[in-house]
């Protein structure tokens, strides 16, 4: 799948390039096609920092990444190192306390702070005494109330004026004080794309292996979750859904699990799992593996072996998942974190794990007496085979997959 980043520099007194701004794309139409402000940054950190090479797209300087209100509170820049990014703080974010003290805790953990499309008022003076950096529409704001501006804060701040499009404006600019310049006279916005490869996220399959233990340790969860940005995005929105019906805003990944619980955990990252990988063309296939997962897990405990039933799982629900992501079974075993014996039957070698995959396998193509019997299965009566098999169907359809 094609995706795209476009990226503006910005450019220093010198003229050297200080950074790029990192501009929301979802085609080669160079403008902002997008309609949800929160989604768009997520896709464009998501397609930046984990599609493409970051180092490559911003040259080595920083990036300046737009964030709205809601990504703000959810915290999502502490997410991203914090030497190569500038959180810009959007103009339209109301500033509220709330936003204030979350602009001080950045500002505490090293992140660089701007004001983007910045034009004053009394409400911004915290922000103004936290900020790196303020962007100024050049072409919008009265040029008297830019020099106020920069004579008042320029021992404090840097300025940044954006939207310079010809050499004149420029000139101005440069006369009046500022630090940094952006626009079409310099460069329009250029579109980088890349492709992003199906593959399998390792950090569901960590969570799901946490949450099929006994006792899952939700503080492993909670750090696995909070090292992958889509991941965080996501469960936050997912627990802010009104769909919980729930008055009060969940902040932190620790908040959203107690909110969820385990159950709902669990349907959240299958379904984010099976999203993230699913086409038209293999969405049969996915159920056909989920429902097979689950088959062998009930087929562990008929056959006395509960303590490894997470293994009878994984090897059922991950035994097409070369044709999935069209890659070689032995190269993807190498990535994910299952046991030797499911490493081993998912590649073919024989085990009990392989003899009972293939007997699964041979019933689902009616070949039943390819099995050990017409009427048992490993010891298992075609009557209780049934059963599990059907139990495996139900807890599929209530997944709503």
Same mark, same amino acid.
């Given at each position: 799948?094609?995706?795209?980043?476009?990226?503006?520099p910005?450019?220093?007194?010198?003229?050297?390039?200080?950074?790029?701004e990192?501009?929301?794309?979802?085609?080669?139409?160079?403008?902002?096609?997008?309609?949800?402000?929160?989604?768009?940054?997520?896709?464009?950190?998501?397609?930046?920092?984990?599609?493409?090479?970051?180092?490559?797209?911003t040259?080595?300087?920083?990036?300046?990444i737009?964030?709205?209100?809601?990504?703000?509170?959810?915290?999502?820049?502490?997410?991203?190192?914090?030497?190569?990014?500038?959180?810009?703080?959007?103009?339209?974010?109301?500033? #509220?306390?709330?936003?204030?003290?979350?602009?001080?805790?950045?500002?505490?953990?090293?992140?660089?702070?701007?004001?983007?499309?910045?034009?004053?008022?009394?409400?911004?003076?915290?922000?103004?005494?936290?900020?790196?950096?303020?962007?100024v529409?050049?072409?919008?704001?009265?040029?008297?109330?830019?020099?106020?501006?920069i004579?008042?804060?320029?021992?404090?701040v840097?300025?940044?004026?954006?939207?310079?499009? #010809?050499?004149?404006?420029?000139?101005?600019a440069?006369?009046?004080?500022?630090?940094?310049?952006?626009?079409?006279?310099?460069?329009k916005?250029?579109?980088?794309?890349?492709?992003?490869?199906?593959?399998?996220?390792?950090?569901?399959?960590?969570?799901?292996?946490?949450?099929?233990?006994?006792?899952?340790?939700?503080?492993?969860? #909670?750090?696995?979750?909070?090292?992958?940005?889509?991941? $965080?995005?996501?469960?936050l929105?997912?627990?802010?859904?009104?769909l919980?019906? $729930?008055?009060?805003?969940?902040?932190?990944?620790?908040?959203?699990?107690?909110?969820?619980?385990?159950i709902?955990?669990?349907?959240?990252?299958?379904?984010?799992?099976?999203?993230?990988?699913q086409?038209?063309?293999?969405?049969e296939?996915i159920?056909?593996?989920?429902?097979?997962?689950?088959?062998?897990?009930?087929?562990?405990?008929?056959?006395?072996?509960k303590h490894r039933?997470?293994?009878?799982?994984? #090897?059922?629900?991950?035994?097409?998942?070369?044709?999935?992501?069209?890659?070689?079974?032995?190269?993807?075993?190498?990535?994910?974190?299952?046991?030797?014996?499911?490493?081993?039957?998912?590649?073919?070698?024989?085990?009990?794990?392989?003899?009972?995959?293939?007997?699964?396998?041979?019933?689902?193509?009616?070949?039943?007496?390819?099995?050990?019997?017409?009427e048992?299965?490993?010891?298992?009566?075609r009557?209780?085979f049934?059963?599990?098999?059907?139990?495996a169907?139900?807890?599929?359809?209530?997944?709503?997959?």
């Amino acid at each position: 799948m094609d995706v795209y980043v476009a990226r503006q520099p910005i450019f220093d007194r010198r003229m050297n390039v200080y950074g790029y701004e990192l501009l929301y794309r979802r085609s080669m139409n160079n403008f902002y096609e997008g309609a949800d402000g929160s989604q768009a940054t997520a896709e464009t950190i998501n397609n930046a920092f984990f599609v493409m090479h970051f180092d490559e797209l911003t040259s080595g300087t920083r990036a300046f990444i737009n964030f709205s209100e809601e990504l703000l509170e959810m915290e999502i820049p502490c997410l991203l190192p914090k030497e190569i990014i500038v959180i810009e703080i959007l103009e339209n974010i109301k500033i #509220t306390e709330k936003i204030i003290n979350l602009c001080r805790k950045f500002k505490s953990q090293g992140y660089m702070l701007a004001l983007d499309d910045f034009v004053f008022s009394e409400e911004y003076i915290p922000l103004i005494e936290m900020a790196d950096i303020i962007k100024v529409e050049f072409s919008v704001v009265n040029q008297l109330e830019q020099h106020r501006l920069i004579n008042k804060y320029k021992d404090k701040v840097k300025f940044l004026a954006e939207k310079i499009e #010809t050499r004149a404006e420029y000139e101005i600019a440069r006369k009046m004080g500022y630090d940094y310049f952006q626009g079409y006279f310099f460069s329009k916005p250029v579109i980088i794309k890349g492709k992003e490869i199906v593959s399998l996220n390792i950090n569901l399959i960590r969570i799901i292996k946490q949450l099929n233990q006994n006792e899952p340790d939700y503080q492993k969860i #909670t750090e696995i979750i909070e090292r992958d940005l889509g991941l $965080s995005y996501k469960l936050l929105r997912v627990a802010n859904s009104v769909l919980l019906g $729930s008055m009060h805003k969940v902040y932190s990944i620790k908040q959203a699990l107690v909110r969820l619980g385990t159950i709902e955990i669990m349907k959240w990252i299958y379904l984010m799992m099976l999203k993230e990988i699913q086409t038209v063309e293999n969405k049969e296939l996915i159920r056909t593996s989920l429902v097979r997962g689950k088959l062998m897990e009930y087929l562990a405990f008929e056959l006395d072996m509960k303590h490894r039933h997470l293994e009878f799982f994984m #090897t059922g629900v991950f035994s097409s998942v070369d044709v999935l992501v069209n890659q070689d079974m032995e190269e993807i075993v190498k990535a994910l974190p299952l046991t030797t014996e499911v490493a081993e039957a998912l590649v073919g070698d024989r085990n009990k794990l392989r003899e009972i995959l293939d007997g699964v396998i041979d019933y689902e193509m009616f070949n039943w007496s390819e099995t050990e019997g017409e009427e048992s299965f490993l010891g298992i009566t075609r009557e209780r085979f049934m059963r599990a098999y059907l139990e495996a169907l139900k807890w599929v359809m209530e997944l709503d997959y």
